[in-house]
C-alpha cells in the first residue's frame, strides 16, 4: 500500500526569496517569483497527432504529490487512416450496407468481428453499433456523420476487444441517443456509449450523446479522449473511465443528472485517477462535477463547473458564531450526513493543480480530497455553499489566483502550507482554518464543539452559561438584569444586601481571567471536561498537531468567523497578510490553540476585541496588539512612526475594535501613533509583542490558554518547534489589496 500522507521536509523548508516592504506603497505590483517550496518532477508527455510514445503503462505514478502523467501511442494520436485498407459501413435506417470485411448485418444490429479500420456513417434507427472481436489487434472506428438511436440497448458497444480507437472526423456531427429502456440492462451496458476495453476519442469533429437511460460515455477500463468536441446530456454520469480517464484536450459541454466526469476504481490504489492536460470543459451536474476515486491531477484547461444548483442553494450556516466564544475548533463538515456530494473538483486521495482556470460554483466544497492537495499554479473563482478548498490531511498552495467570492470555511486542512500565490477569500465561518477530523459527509461533533472540555450548560448554542448553584440547589447570580446571552460587555455586579454593588470577580477588571468560584470547601471549582460550574470556560489545553504555515504570497481574508484559526499553531515566516475578520465577540481575526509565531512578511489583522488573542512571539520585528473603541467600516487604521511616516495603513471594510500589525519596520524601543478612526495611540514597543489597551469582554488580553490568561503585555519568546523561516514574493492583483498601504 502506497503512503499518500508522506511529507517531505522539502515541503515545509525550502529555500524562499524574501519580499521586503520598505518604501513600497504597492508591494503586491512588485515582480513576483517563481521559487517554491516544493519541487515536482514533471513526467507530462507532450503529444501531438505524430508523435509516438509507447510505454507498457498508460499512466506513472507519484502517489505522494500526484504526480502521474497521460501516456499516448500513435494509435491513440493517430486520425488519418488508409482508404482503400478501411471497411465502410453506411448505416440505412433500419440496416446498414459493408464495403469490406469484417463486419456483420442482422437487422439494425451492426457487429464489427475483427480488427481493422472502419468508417461508418449514415443513420441508424432502434439499433446498435457492437465491437466483438476476439484476439489481439486495434479497432479503428472513424465516425464520419453518424446518428444512431436505441430503446432496447446502448446505441454503442465495445463488448470485447483489445482496444478501440474512435475518430471523429473534422467537419462531421456525430450523434448517439438511447431512452428509458424498457428491459434492465447489465451494468456493462449502462451508458449510451459503454465500453469492456480501452476506449480512445481523437479527431476534431463532434459527439453528441443524449443518454436517456442513465450514463453518457462509460468504459469499464482506460478512457482517453485526445481532442474533439463532446456535447453530453445524461439522466446520471456523464462520461466515466473506470481504471482511468485521462484528457488531453477537448471541449466538453456537459449536463448529468449525478456526476460530470469521474474514475471508479476502488479497490487497486494505482488505479481510479483522473489526469486532464488541457480542455475546455462546461459541466453542470446534479452531484459531483469532476471526481476521481484516487488521483485528480490536472495540468490545464479552461473548467466552469456548476454543482447542486450552486452555492446559493446550500442550507450550510456558520453556527459557531455566537456572542460568547469560539465554541467549535473541529473540521467543518458538509451539510448533512445523508446529501449527496455536490463538489467542483473531487478526489479520494491526492488532487494536483498545476495549471489552467476555474470558475466553481458549487452547492458543497468547491475542491475537496479525503487526502492531500497541491496547488502549484492556476486561476480560480470559487463560490461555494462549504468549504473553497479542503483537505482531510495536508493542503500546500506554491502559487496562483485564488479568489473565494462565497464560502463557509475558504481553505481547510489539518496541515495547511502556503508558500505563495494571490488569495482572496471571504468565509461566513472561518477563512483558512487548520483543523483536525473531517469527514466529507458527516455533520459536527458536538462533543468536540468545547472551549477546553465539555459546554458548561446552555453554552453550545452560543448563549451564557448556566449559572452555579448554591448549596440548597438554588441558582446562583443568574443572567445580570436579565441578559440571556453573553455579549462581551461588562456584565452589571449584583447588589449585595444592601442594595450595594459587589466588586467585579478577581483579576478581571484588567483583563485577565476570573478568580474560579470556589467549593463549599474553598477549593476552586475545577473547569475542565465535564464540569457545569459557573465561571470562565478553560481554555483548548489542545495538544493538537493542526499547524497553518504561511511562507509567502499574498493573503487577503475576510471572514465572519475567525480570520486564521489552528486548532493546533500557526507559523508565519513571511508574505503580506491582511484580515479583515469578524465584528462579533466569538470570534478573533487571529485564532490557536497552542502557539502563534511571526519571524517574517507583514501582518494586519482587525476584528472584534470579546476574544482577542495576542501571538505569543515574534522575531525579526515586532507585533503591536491593541484594542480602541470600534471604528466603524471604511474607517482607515495607521501606524506611523515618531517622525509622522506611515509605516502601515489598511481600510478595512468592515468595523473594527482590535488590530495585530507585524513589520520588520516595527523596532522594540521606538514610540508609534496607532490611528484607527476617531482614536489614536501613542504605543511604545517595549518588547517583541506589545500590547495595548487589551482589555474586553470576559478577560480579553490573552489566549486562554491551558487555564492560564496570558497578559498582552508580556514577551512570549519564541518556541523550539517553529517551523523554518520561509518568505516568498508574490504579484497580487487582488482589489481587496488596493487600499492598504506599506511605507
Known amino acids: 500500500m502506497?503512503?499518500?500522507?508522506?511529507?517531505?521536509?522539502?515541503?515545509?523548508?525550502?529555500?524562499?526569496?524574501?519580499?521586503?516592504?520598505?518604501?513600497?506603497?504597492?508591494?503586491?505590483?512588485?515582480?513576483?517569483?517563481?521559487?517554491?517550496?516544493?519541487?515536482?518532477a514533471a513526467t507530462q508527455t507532450n503529444s501531438s497527432s505524430n508523435s509516438s510514445v509507447v510505454n507498457t503503462s498508460s499512466v506513472t505514478t507519484d502517489k505522494t504529490e500526484g504526480d502521474i502523467s497521460i501516456e499516448l501511442d500513435e494509435e491513440d494520436t493517430t486520425t488519418s487512416y488508409n482508404e482503400s485498407e478501411a471497411s465502410k459501413i453506411e448505416l440505412t435506417q433500419t440496416s446498414a450496407t459493408v464495403t469490406g470485411s469484417g463486419v456483420t448485418v442482422d437487422g439494425s444490429k451492426v457487429t464489427i468481428t475483427s480488427?481493422?479500420?472502419?468508417?461508418?456513417?449514415?443513420?441508424?434507427?432502434?439499433?446498435?453499433?457492437?465491437?466483438?472481436?476476439?484476439?489481439?489487434?486495434?479497432?479503428?472506428?472513424?465516425?464520419?456523420?453518424?446518428?444512431?438511436?436505441?430503446?432496447?440497448?446502448?446505441?454503442?458497444?465495445?463488448?470485447?476487444?483489445?482496444?478501440?480507437?474512435?475518430?471523429?472526423?473534422?467537419?462531421?456531427?456525430?450523434?448517439?441517443?438511447?431512452?428509458?429502456?424498457?428491459?434492465?440492462?447489465?451494468?456493462?451496458?449502462?451508458?449510451?456509449?459503454?465500453?469492456?476495453?480501452?476506449?480512445?476519442?481523437?479527431?476534431?469533429?463532434?459527439?453528441?450523446?443524449?443518454?436517456?437511460?442513465?450514463?453518457?460515455?462509460?468504459?469499464?477500463?482506460?478512457?482517453?479522449?485526445?481532442?474533439?468536441?463532446?456535447?453530453?446530456?445524461?439522466?446520471?454520469?456523464?462520461?466515466?473511465?473506470?481504471?482511468?480517464?485521462?484528457?488531453?484536450?477537448?471541449?466538453?459541454?456537459?449536463?448529468?443528472?449525478?456526476?460530470?466526469?469521474?474514475?471508479?476504481?476502488?479497490?487497486?490504489?494505482?488505479?481510479?485517477?483522473?489526469?486532464?492536460?488541457?480542455?475546455?470543459?462546461?459541466?453542470?451536474?446534479?452531484?459531483?462535477?469532476?471526481q476521481s476515486e484516487h488521483i485528480l491531477r490536472i495540468n490545464g484547461g479552461d473548467f466552469n463547473i456548476k454543482t447542486g444548483g450552486g452555492y446559493q442553494a446550500s442550507t450550510k450556516s456558520s453556527s459557531?458564531?455566537?456572542?460568547?466564544?469560539?465554541?467549535?475548533?473541529?473540521?467543518?463538515?458538509?451539510?448533512?450526513?445523508?446529501?449527496?456530494?455536490?463538489?467542483?473538483?473531487?478526489?479520494?486521495?491526492?488532487?494536483?493543480?498545476?495549471?489552467?482556470?476555474?470558475?466553481?460554483?458549487?452547492?458543497?466544497?468547491?475542491?475537496?480530497?479525503?487526502?492531500?492537495?497541491?496547488?502549484?499554479?492556476?486561476t480560480f473563482n470559487v463560490n461555494t455553499g462549504d468549504d473553497g478548498f479542503h483537505a482531510d490531511t495536508l493542503i500546500v498552495i506554491n502559487d496562483g489566483n485564488i479568489k473565494v467570492e462565497n464560502s463557509y470555511e475558504s481553505i481547510e486542512a489539518e496541515t495547511i502550507i502556503i508558500n505563495g500565490g494571490d488569495i482572496d477569500v471571504t468565509a461566513s465561518d472561518d477563512g483558512i482554518n487548520a483543523a483536525c477530523g473531517s469527514s466529507s459527509n458527516s455533520t459536527d461533533n458536538a462533543d468536540n464543539n468545547q472551549m477546553g472540555g465539555n459546554m458548561p450548560s446552555g453554552m453550545s448554542d452560543g448563549t451564557a452559561p448556566e449559572p452555579p448553584?448554591?448549596?440548597?440547589?438554588?441558582?446562583?447570580?443568574?443572567?445580570?438584569?436579565?441578559?440571556?446571552?453573553?455579549?462581551?460587555?461588562?456584565?452589571?455586579?449584583?447588589?449585595?444586601?444592601?442594595?450595594?454593588?459587589?466588586?467585579?470577580?478577581?483579576?478581571?477588571?484588567?483583563?485577565?481571567?476570573?478568580?474560579?468560584?470556589?467549593?463549599?470547601?474553598?477549593?476552586?471549582?475545577?473547569?475542565?471536561?465535564?464540569?457545569?460550574?459557573?465561571?470562565?470556560?478553560?481554555?483548548?489545553?489542545?495538544?493538537?498537531?493542526?499547524?497553518?504555515?504561511?511562507?509567502?504570497?499574498?493573503?487577503?481574508?475576510?471572514?465572519?468567523?475567525?480570520?486564521?484559526?489552528?486548532?493546533?499553531?500557526?507559523?508565519?515566516?513571511?508574505?503580506?497578510?491582511?484580515?479583515?475578520?469578524?465584528?462579533?465577540?466569538?470570534?478573533?481575526?487571529?485564532?490557536?490553540?497552542?502557539?502563534?509565531?511571526?519571524?517574517?512578511?507583514?501582518?494586519?489583522?482587525?476584528?472584534?476585541?470579546?476574544?482577542?488573542?495576542?501571538?505569543?512571539?515574534?522575531?525579526?520585528?515586532?507585533?503591536?496588539?491593541t484594542t480602541f473603541s470600534t471604528a466603524s467600516a471604511n474607517s482607515e487604521f495607521s501606524l506611523k512612526d515618531s517622525s509622522g511616516n506611515t509605516i502601515l495603513s489598511y481600510t478595512p471594510s468592515k468595523a473594527y475594535a482590535s488590530a495585530i500589525v507585524y513589520s520588520t519596520d516595527i523596532k522594540s524601543g521606538s514610540t508609534y501613533t496607532v490611528n484607527a478612526g476617531s482614536t489614536s495611540q501613542s504605543i511604545e514597543v517595549s518588547s517583541s509583542v506589545t500590547s495595548n489597551g487589551v482589555s474586553s469582554g470576559f478577560g480579553g488580553g490573552g489566549k486562554m490558554n491551558n487555564s492560564n490568561m496570558q497578559n498582552g503585555n508580556n514577551d512570549m519568546g519564541s518556541s523550539d518547534n517553529r517551523q523554518p523561516n520561509g518568505n516568498q514574493n508574490g504579484n497580487m492583483q487582488s482589489k481587496g489589496f488596493n487600499n492598504a498601504n506599506f511605507q
Request: negative net charge; aromatic residues 4%.
Open 469 to 625: 448553584s448554591d448549596d440548597n440547589g438554588q441558582m446562583g447570580m443568574g443572567q445580570p438584569n436579565g441578559q440571556s446571552e453573553a455579549t462581551g460587555e461588562r456584565p452589571e455586579l449584583p447588589s449585595d444586601s444592601n442594595g450595594q454593588q459587589g466588586n467585579m470577580p478577581n483579576g478581571m477588571g484588567n483583563g485577565t481571567a476570573p478568580e474560579l468560584p470556589s467549593d463549599n470547601n474553598g477549593q476552586s471549582s475545577d473547569m475542565s471536561n465535564n464540569s457545569q460550574t459557573g465561571g470562565m470556560p478553560q481554555g483548548n489545553n489542545s495538544s493538537s498537531t493542526a499547524t497553518l504555515t504561511i511562507n509567502g504570497g499574498n493573503i487577503l481574508v475576510n471572514a465572519s468567523g475567525d480570520g486564521l484559526d489552528a486548532n493546533g499553531s500557526i507559523y508565519i515566516n513571511g508574505g503580506t497578510i491582511i484580515i479583515s475578520g469578524p465584528t462579533s465577540d466569538g470570534d478573533t481575526a487571529i485564532d490557536f490553540d497552542n502557539t502563534c509565531e511571526i519571524t517574517g512578511g507583514t501582518v494586519m489583522a482587525f476584528g472584534s476585541s470579546g476574544m482577542l488573542e495576542t501571538p505569543t512571539s515574534a522575531e525579526n520585528g515586532s507585533c503591536i496588539v
Open 115 to 290: 480488427a481493422g479500420t472502419y468508417v461508418i456513417s449514415g443513420t441508424l434507427t432502434d439499433g446498435c453499433i457492437d465491437v466483438n472481436v476476439s484476439g489481439k489487434g486495434t479497432v479503428r472506428i472513424i465516425l464520419n456523420g453518424v446518428n444512431v438511436t436505441s430503446s432496447t440497448t446502448a446505441p454503442f458497444i465495445v463488448e470485447d476487444a483489445k482496444k478501440v480507437v474512435v475518430t471523429l472526423a473534422d467537419g462531421t456531427t456525430n450523434t448517439f441517443t438511447d431512452s428509458t429502456r424498457a428491459t434492465t440492462d447489465d451494468e456493462d451496458y449502462s451508458a449510451a456509449i459503454t465500453s469492456k476495453a480501452d476506449l480512445t476519442f481523437n479527431g476534431n469533429g463532434t459527439l453528441n450523446v443524449n443518454a436517456g437511460y442513465r450514463n453518457g460515455i462509460k468504459s469499464s477500463d482506460d478512457l482517453k479522449i485526445v481532442s474533439g468536441t463532446f456535447n453530453i446530456t445524461s439522466n446520471e454520469d456523464g462520461i466515466v473511465g473506470k481504471d482511468l480517464l485521462a484528457i488531453k484536450n477537448g471541449t466538453f459541454n456537459i449536463t448529468t443528472g449525478q456526476d460530470g466526469m469521474k474514475s471508479t476504481y476502488d479497490t487497486d490504489d494505482t488505479k481510479g485517477n483522473i489526469i486532464i492536460d488541457g480542455g475546455t470543459f462546461n459541466i453542470t451536474a446534479a452531484t459531483d462535477g469532476i
Open 320 to 378: 459557531q458564531n455566537n456572542s460568547f466564544g469560539r465554541m467549535n475548533n473541529t473540521s467543518t463538515q458538509s451539510t448533512s450526513t445523508d446529501e449527496a456530494s455536490m463538489k467542483g473538483l473531487k478526489a479520494g486521495t491526492v488532487i494536483k493543480i498545476t495549471s489552467g482556470t476555474y470558475t466553481i460554483n458549487a452547492r458543497d466544497d468547491a475542491v475537496h480530497t479525503n487526502g492531500d492537495m497541491y496547488i502549484d499554479g492556476g
Open 2 to 40: 502506497i503512503n499518500y500522507r508522506k511529507l517531505t521536509a522539502a515541503l515545509i523548508a525550502g529555500t524562499i526569496t524574501c519580499f521586503s516592504v520598505v518604501g513600497c506603497s504597492m508591494p503586491w505590483d512588485s515582480a513576483s517569483t517563481d521559487t517554491q517550496t516544493t519541487t515536482v
